[in-house]
C-alpha cells in the first residue's frame, strides 16, 4: 500500500512569523496537533502542541510576541506519494515523528500522514486481526461463573 492511498490532502499551514498564538489557536479550530511551517512551495518546518507547550509556555514566553519559526522543528522529514507503508514507519520511528509531510513527484507538500493514518490501515488490512475481532464479537457469552 501507498501513502498517496492514505494520506490527507487538506493541509493547513502557518506562515514562519506568524505569532505562537495563531499556531495554537489553528491547531484549537482544526483539532491537531501539528501544522507544517511556510507553503506548500517552501516548506520551512513543522510545528507541533509540543512544541509550543514546552518551548514556549514552559519557559514562560509570551505566546503573541514568539514566532513560529523560532520554535518550529526543523529539517523536515518528509515521504513521498508514492512510498511504501513501511518507509513512512520506518522514518517515524528513526526520527521519532508522529506526522510527515508528503511529497509530490515535483517536491510539493500534497499532503500529510500520521501515525493514526498508518496504524488504522494496518489494522484495518490485518486478516488475522479482523478474524480475531470478529472471533470475539460473534462467540456466545461465557456462562456466568458456578453454573
Known amino acids: 500500500m501507498q501513502i498517496a492511498e492514505l494520506m490527507t490532502r487538506e493541509v493547513e499551514f ?3 512569523d506568524a505569532p505562537v498564538a ?4 489553528l491547531m484549537g479550530e482544526l483539532e491537531v496537533g501539528a501544522l507544517p511551517v511556510g507553503s506548500a512551495d517552501r516548506l520551512a518546518g513543522i510545528v ?3 512544541d509550543l507547550l514546552y518551548r514556549v509556555v514552559a ?3 509570551d505566546c503573541a510576541a514568539v514566532r513560529v ?3 518550529a522543528s526543523s529539517p523536515v522529514v518528509t515521504c513521498a506519494e508514492g512510498d511504501a507503508v513501511g518507509v513512512a514507519l520506518d522514518l517515524m520511528a528513526a526520527h521519532h515523528v508522529r506526522r510527515l509531510p508528503v511529497l509530490d513527484g515535483g517536491g510539493r507538500v500534497s499532503g500529510w500522514i500520521t501515525l493514526a493514518d498508518l496504524a488504522r490501515a494496518m489494522l484495518l ?3 488475522a486481526l479482523q478474524e480475531a475481532l470478529a472471533a470475539i464479537t ?3 457469552p461465557a456462562a456466568p461463573a458456578g453454573t
Open 69 to 71: 519559526a523560532d520554535v
Open 138 to 140: 460473534e462467540s456466545p
Open 125 to 127: 488490512d490485518s486478516e
Open 22 to 25: 495563531a499556531a495554537a489557536e
Open 14 to 16: 502557518i506562515a514562519p
Open 48 to 50: 507541533t502542541d509540543r
Open 59 to 61: 519557559r514562560g514566553l
